[in-house]
């Protein structure tokens, strides 16, 4: 029964459009993050957010916006997609505060064609 | 920013024996070490962790060590089993950034009966 819900699980996009990714965490976290893997690179930390404010953020491209509307919601927008943008991105969350576990959803895969 | 080296990238062993997997860190802030266990199309996993205030810690047939001084850890898995075949990631955490997991590039675990 899985505790952070990511919709959809595959995603097949074209490029130079939009999209966004859903994740609802129900762990009663006030952590929540994003992280990108590909086959170019491992697990890629891209934004970190606290009690719906943003904390973090490792992403250099203005195309990726994280949008929290609820404390345990944390949705990611892409915009004009690019091929290079395609691999599964894990929304994750932790208590408050720092080195504590932190969970991981199921990923959406994307790919951008 | 931090950065963690891992290696080997794949590590065939024999079941019943011993599996190591090694990782080194640049960051001295870095205090909190989690091991991840990943299996094909699913989510990553916490397996293990360490924090900055001891150098062992084992759950089960898991050892982890750390040396704060080489700014290396490492993952031991005691009579591997072929369910321990997947793949395993190191990180860091506590330096710069909120939160931020800083992932090695992950090491690919194949245990043959």
Redesign the interface.
């Known amino acids: 029964d899985p505790k952070i819900i990511q919709k959809p699980k595959y995603l097949v996009a074209v490029t130079g459009s939009e999209k966004i990714l859903i994740c609802e965490q129900y762990l009663g976290h006030n ?1 929540m ?1 994003w ?1 990108r893997q590909s086959a170019k690179k ?4 891209m934004f ?1 957010y ?1 009690y719906q404010k943003l ?2 953020n ?1 992403t250099a491209s203005s195309r990726f916006q994280p949008q929290s509307s609820k404390k345990n919601h944390l949705d990611l927008q892409i915009t004009a997609l690019k091929p290079d943008d395609s691999a599964t991105y ?1 929304c994750a969350s ?1 208590q408050q ?11 959406t895969r994307l790919t951008v064609v | 920013g931090e950065q963690v080296e891992q290696l080997p990238s794949i590590l065939r062993v024999q079941e019943g024996s011993s599996a190591s997997i090694n990782c080194s860190y640049e960051d001295s802030a870095s205090n909190y070490f989690p091991w991840y266990k990943q299996e094909p199309g699913e989510n990553p996993k916490l397996i293990i962790d360490i924090r900055s205030n001891m150098e062992r810690k084992q759950i089960q047939e898991l050892i982890v060590l750390l040396d704060k001084k080489a700014k290396r850890f490492s993952l031991h898995i005691t009579d591997t089993q072929p369910g321990d075949s997947a793949m395993y990631f190191c990180a860091a955490s506590g330096g710069s950034g909120y939160n931020k997991l800083t992932f090695g590039k992950g090491t690919v675990l194949l245990v043959s009966p």
């Open positions: 952590a993050y992280y491992p697990l890629e930390f970190s606290s904390m973090d490792q894990f932790s505060g720092g080195n504590t576990e932190v969970f991981f959803g199921k990923g």
